[in-house]
């Protein structure tokens, strides 16, 4: 990576996120959408700034979302989310509490330190507390192998879905 400054740590901190973090979790979420999706124009992510904005903003207030940040000498290196959600139960789930991880990024400069990892403990942490029983997340080809070693598997139940465009 030409021109990158690439950080070793051995200091990491975490932070529950607060109000006071909406801004960090949005721009870091706009810069993981925009790695996936090689780019957009600058209306299409004022847009999404402002959804994400909202989002963040209600979740984090009702308690329905819960992010953490690392921080590595006040730069902050990832982030992380747990959106949680209670539906029917089933038997593999009875209490029908799930946690769906989302936002996992870790800025390219911070991968290979543990972030991931250490934010992804801490939301299943968290999680759990909050009596969910099961996880879910969906995961980019370059963080499989943390989850995999974290406990996750493969669920083969296939999934349909559908856009409405506006």
Not at 42 to 65: H, N, W
Request: aromatic residues 10%; proline residues 3%.
């Amino acid at each position: 990576m030409q021109g990158l400054t690439v950080y070793s740590m051995k200091n990491i901190s975490y932070h529950k996120a607060t109000n006071n973090d909406i801004s960090t979790l949005v721009e870091n979420r706009i810069l993981f959408a925009l790695e996936l999706s090689n780019g957009h124009n600058p209306e299409a992510i004022d847009v999404l700034r402002t959804q994400m904005t909202a989002y963040f903003s209600k979740a984090t207030a009702d308690g329905t979302c819960i992010s953490f940040i690392a921080k590595c000498d006040g730069i902050v290196g990832g982030i992380g989310s747990i959106h949680l959600r209670e539906m029917p139960g089933n038997f593999k789930n009875p209490t029908g509490k799930w946690g769906y991880i989302m936002n996992m990024y870790t800025l390219p400069a911070f991968r290979r330190n543990g972030i991931c990892k250490g934010i992804l403990d801490l939301l299943v942490e968290e999680g759990t507390k909050y009596g969910v029983t099961a996880f879910e997340l969906h995961a980019t080809n370059e963080g499989e192998l943390v989850y995999k070693q974290n406990g996750f598997v493969i669920h083969n139940e296939p999934t349909y879905r559908k856009f409405i465009s506006k």
